[in-house]
């Protein structure tokens, strides 16, 4: 992965918090305990965070101390069984807890291509700014129990959760 790691999420915290940037894209998740960051072509910070070598858990973005607004990907790559270093199942367990989601260069659609992805309160408590047509997950399977309890700004009738197989 090409960009600037961090083994601190103190220090990563603090340099992207630096950054005269409003928005981060969430890119997902590392699988070697270090925390990610570039900028893309659209100027925009990318982030990727390390799972709980644990529990597999995706550490969460808010207890970070990141003070942005969180865009994301239009596609969100995480294919086959991954585990880490103990052979647990990646999760993302409300990794994007209480987070501002900001539809910036998304077109209403979140793809997430993978299989047997734990995406349980993903969004939980989140605010969803934006998001006037709807949002659209895309996915191959994943499992979205309580994946949006507690979040505000989306009107459930114009959110849909398409799935497909790989």
């Known amino acids: 992965m090409t960009g600037i790691e961090y083994a601190s999420r103190f220090d990563f915290a603090d340099v992207l ?55 994301l990907p239009r596609k969100m790559n995480f294919l086959g069984d991954v585990t880490n270093s103990v052979g647990k199942m990646v999760r993302f367990k409300r990794t994007l807890e209480d987070c501002t989601i900001v539809n910036r260069y998304l077109d209403d659609d979140f793809k997430i291509v993978g299989k ?27 499992e979205v129990n309580f994946m949006f309890a507690g979040s505000r700004g989306l009107n459930e009738s114009r959110l849909r959760i398409v799935s497909y197989q790989i």
């Open 116 to 142: 047997r992805i734990d995406m349980e309160g993903f969004f939980y408590k989140s605010t969803f700014i934006g998001f006037d047509n709807g949002l659209v997950i895309k996915n191959s399977s994943i």
């Open 17 to 71: 918090n630096e950054f005269n940037n409003e928005y981060v894209r969430f890119m997902g998740t590392t699988i070697d305990d270090k925390y990610y960051m570039n900028i893309d072509e659209d100027g925009i910070l990318n982030i990727n965070l390390p799972m709980d070598d644990h529990s597999g858990i995706v550490r969460k973005v808010a207890p970070l101390g990141v003070k942005k607004n969180i865009v």
